[in-house]
């Protein structure tokens, strides 16, 4: 799908990218342990992600990040999702940022074994829809590690 989805908050969506996102937060909160990013800006040009971090991730790192999420694209996993309720969601997945009211079922999106979470937003539906992902600059300061990524 290339064309962006509105949300129910009226903010287009690029699937392409948000699927990357999902991608890259899962494995930064594998590899460091730390959570995926408490902030966020997602969009069609260019994205970047904010980790607290407690030191900046090395050029050798962030390379290794980039070469994973790029096999995982090539590989064209499916994106799956599932309806599950709340309580069952609070076993699993950080409820905090549902917002206030959300209905009891949620949704949760799947890149087949490498990232699941909460999710309202429009996602591909096989990794290969993507294409190539890169990461273009990253900054750290004062325990934020900020990543900044397009896809090519």
């Known amino acids: ?56 991730l090395t050029d050798v790192e962030l390379h290794s990040l980039e070469t994973y999420i790029n ?29 206030e009211g959300a209905s009891d079922t949620v949704r949760v999106v799947h890149i087949g074994p490498y990232d699941e979470c909460l999710c309202a937003g429009a996602h591909v539906s096989h990794t290969a829809e993507i294409g190539s992902f890169r990461i273009t600059s990253s900054r750290y300061e004062d325990g934020v590690q900020r990543i900044v990524f397009k896809l090519d």
Request: glycine letters at 4%; a neutral charge; charged letters at 30%.
């Open 71 to 99: 096999d995982i694209i090539k590989m064209d996993i499916k994106v799956t999702e599932e309806y599950i309720s709340q309580a069952e969601a609070m076993n699993r997945f950080d409820l905090s940022r549902l917002p």
């Open 1 to 56: 799908m290339d064309t962006p989805i509105l949300n129910q908050h009226n903010k287009q969506e690029y699937p392409p990218m948000h699927t990357a996102e999902h991608l890259l937060n899962g494995e930064m909160a594998r590899r460091y342990g730390h959570g995926r990013a408490f902030n966020a800006h997602i969009e069609r040009k260019k994205s970047k992600l904010d980790y607290h971090l407690p030191k900046e």
